[in-house]
């Protein structure tokens, strides 16, 4: 090949590079749903509180969650548990999300704001399933499980660097996670019967909202584990 060839060929290789580069960064268009209602104006933290430690101060790590291109993110330094100001009884809630090799987070769900949203509320753990890491888990550990409670269905991730899409329902006592079009966990609350389970994540000597899976209602929130995890197009559907 010749010269000049060799630099057009070359040209329209990265001309290809940078526009595919330009649309994995770049949020994808938030489509019209009926009933939904958007969570996250993609600028700052309206309707969005920290949780509280148990010293009363705010559950938050380094700077906190971090916002750029309409993104919501957390960091290895920068995280904690960024809940919902509402609560929030029967939902649809919508979102996209965006693993790094090992990332670790989760969505809390009928969650009080103190306390470790996995017991006192629960907790939908959002993991790369595939990190050199997490070989060894309990099957409720991998993502997409209420965690230690109720085990996903695995294999319907896309690979790291990718764009997610997941669906979560609470509706009762049903709780129903949905990942890439696929329902991974499909579960009735009251079916769960192992006592050592029921221990750990149902207590009904507490106050009601920190009663674990026995929670009616609760706030939403991204539960940081110390790894860069992206979230976009955020919203929800009350039933």
């Known amino acids: 090949m010749n010269t000049s060839r060799a630099f057009a060929a070359l040209v329209v290789f990265l001309a290809g590079a940078v526009s595919i580069a330009w649309l994995n960064a770049a949020p994808s268009p938030q489509q019209k749903e009926p009933g939904f209602t958007s969570l996250f104006n993609g600028k700052d933290f309206t309707g969005w509180v920290y949780g509280r430690r148990a010293n009363g101060a705010e559950n938050k790590s380094g700077k906190g969650y971090q916002i750029e291109n309409g993104v919501l993110y957390s960091t290895r330094d920068d995280g904690g548990n960024l809940y919902t100001e509402r609560e929030y009884a029967n939902f649809v809630f919508r979102f996209e999300f965006r693993l790094t090799p090992n990332a670790n987070n989760g969505i809390g769900i009928r969650a009080p704001l103190e306390g470790d949203a996995a017991y006192v509320g629960m907790e939908i753990q959002v993991l790369d399933d595939g990190g050199s890491q997490y070989t060894n888990l309990l099957p409720g550990q991998y993502h997409g499980s209420i965690y230690k409670?109720?085990?996903?269905?695995?294999?319907?991730?896309?690979?790291?660097?990718?764009?997610?899409?997941?669906?979560?329902?609470?509706?009762?006592?049903?709780?129903?996670?949905?990942?890439?079009?696929?329902?991974?966990?499909?579960?009735?609350?009251?079916?769960?019967?192992?006592?050592?389970?029921?221990?750990?994540?149902?207590?009904?000597?507490?106050?009601?909202?920190?009663?674990?899976?026995?929670?009616?209602?609760?706030?939403?929130?991204?539960?940081?584990?110390?790894?860069?995890?992206?979230?976009?197009?955020?919203?929800?559907?009350?039933?």
């Open 149 to 239: 409670v109720v085990a996903a269905k695995r294999g319907f991730q896309k690979p790291v660097g990718e764009w997610n899409s997941e669906e979560i329902t609470a509706n009762g006592r049903r709780i129903t996670v949905k990942l890439n079009g696929t329902v991974i966990v499909d579960a009735n609350l009251d079916d769960v019967k192992d006592e050592a389970v029921l221990k750990e994540h149902r207590d009904l000597t507490k106050p009601e909202g920190s009663r674990g899976i026995a929670n009616t209602k609760g706030h939403i929130g991204f539960l940081g584990h110390g790894a860069h995890v992206e979230f976009r197009n955020i919203r929800i559907k009350e039933l």
